[in-house]
């Protein structure tokens, strides 16, 4: 069946503005979903799955009321999801593209209208999250992975030889890997949740999907709605548990074809180790595609309009709590402009209000665990020990009912503090005020100080230095911004990804990232074949 993927549209953002019916429907559904108390299996080859080994579902921003608890898979689990995607492989990559893309298709009209509350609010009781964040995230962006990645699949299908010369035929067949793709899932995106295992599945591969297990609430839905929308039993397998456990249990498995991660770069390493090291096991080199960790900066010339960076910096470093793998981590300004972009910033969040999510007047929410809460203080106690560091805005952190961190911004007068080298992955924004003449430098600084490339930003009115930035930082991030903050890449708009200690820069919401998928087949069918092994020049 021949047919066409229309040119998708991003998914409009809903406001949830006081009086809208969106507010009222939302508010509904966390009220609904709070009062209740959920258990959550695995799905392995279509059908619920309860190891009776169990962990609560908590929301973060009160973390003595459990939301639901679920099944953690353990070895007997992880064998048969890796049985059931290798039952399940030959006749998914048989289905025609079309068939495929219907699937993810229906699961983003089932997500942009029967489920939007629903995922939303889970979103925002499991990981804390304000309606707006989990709007652009668990509704949007997932809304938008679905409805583009048919889309870029076709654009790759349709890529065929250019030249068949007469009596021959030439083309191109894009097959799915031999075996299985792990996907390997964060807690701060629900769309990348949504998007890992989907992704290699549109492109015909069968999946073993491991989500966080503080977002096993988000990914228990996204799999009812997946299924909902007409994915056969063992495409993709929701299997809960130890990260640790799960991870070489899979990576020992001679079916592994691929890995989808998206987490911490300490963890890639190891994992990419371990499959390194059993590469004799595999029918073929796995694909190994990661995004990892970030030390996103802004720098800002001595041209930058001071209210636009101040904006920019109180929303880059501490919307999401910070919990963003592109959140601004360290600013880079004149010391010539310190002083008033401090006065602005101050007064911003001097209005910024910290809470549960069921207030939507709060735009800081809680972190997502007492690790994070722990390992986000160390780094603020750090900074207040420091002779080379002061805390000049929030430094608290009380976890007596939720993980709330304050707002935070550390002023160093070393570019090398620990708080400007390593990431943090919370609301905590470290600021060196260098000399203004000394631009250039500084960019190099910049460039050299972290071992990260994921995302930057600069800010200035002047094109040369906006030019001299842009070639500096070249390879310090994968996703470069020019006055504007280094967060909300947009499918379809920019595609994300770092390189570095960053990942493999497969930027996911492009075509670049399916490719990643694909076996590619060149075929020839010569009509009438040579009779005669003679060529002219014996004659």
Known sequence: MFFTVATPENEPIKSYAPGTKERDALKAKLNELGSQFIE???????????????????????????????????????????????????????????????????????????????????????????????????????????????????????????????????????????????????????????????????????VVWKPSGTAVYSGYFIMKILMEAGLPAGVINFVPGSGAQMGDLITDSPYLAGIH???????????????????????????????????DFIFAHASADIKTLAVASLRGAFEFQGQKCSAASRLYIPDSLY??????????????????????????????????????KEYIDKARNASDAEIVWGGKCDDSKG??????????TNPKFVTMQEEIFGPVLTVYAYPEKE?????????????????????????????????????????????????????????????RSSGTNDKAGSAINLYRWVSARSIKETFVPADDYRYPFMG
């Not at 029918?283 to 990892?292: C, H, L």
């Not at 993980?403 to 160093?412: C, L, Q, R, V």
Request: hydrophobic share 40%; net charge neutral; charged share 20%.
């Open 40 to 206: 959550i299996p695995a799905i392995i080859d279509g059908k619920e799955v309860f190891s009776g080994n169990t962990a609560d579902c908590i929301e973060p921003h009160n973390h003595k009321h459990a939301i639901g608890k679920y099944h953690k898979c353990g070895e007997k689990e992880i064998n048969l999801a890796i049985q059931a995607a290798v039952k399940a492989s030959r006749d998914w990559e048989q289905m025609s593209f079309y068939h495929r893309s219907a699937i993810f298709l229906r699961a983003a009209e089932l997500l942009s209208t029967k489920y939007r509350y629903l995922l939303n609010a889970a979103t925002m009781l499991g990981q804390s999250k304000n309606a707006f964040q989990a709007e652009i995230d668990s509704a949007c962006e997932l809304i938008d992975f679905w409805r583009f990645n048919p889309y870029y699949a076709q654009k790759i299908y349709e890529q065929q030889p250019l030249i068949s010369p007469k009596g021959e035929w030439n083309f191109s067949e894009y097959r799915a890997l031999e075996g299985f793709v792990f996907a390997i899932t964060p807690f701060n995106f629900t769309s990348i949740a949504g998007n890992l295992p989907t992704a290699p599945a549109l492109m015909g591969n069968t």
């Open 261 to 295: 991660f998206t987490g911490s770069t300490q963890v890639f390493n190891h994992i990419w180790k371990r499959t390194a090291n059993n590469i004799h096991l595999y029918k073929s080199y796995p694909r190994i595609v990661g995004e990892t960790g970030g030390k």
């Open 339 to 376: 002083g008033k972009w401090f006065e602005e910033i101050s007064a911003m969040l001097a209005t910024v209000k910290m809470g549960e999510v069921q207030d939507f007047s709060n735009f800081v929410n809680a972190v997502i665990d007492k690790s994070s809460f722990t390992k986000i």
């Open 403 to 412: 993980y709330f961190i304050e707002p935070t911004i550390i002023k160093t």
């Open 439 to 499: 631009f250039t430098e500084t960019l190099d600084l910049c460039d050299k100080t972290s071992p990260y490339g994921l995302t930057g930003s600069i800010f200035a009115q002047d094109r040369t230095a906006i030019s001299v930035a842009s070639e500096l930082l070249k390879h310090s991030a994968g996703n470069f911004y020019i006055n504007d903050k280094p967060t909300g890449a947009v499918v379809g708009q920019q595609p994300f990804g770092g390189a």
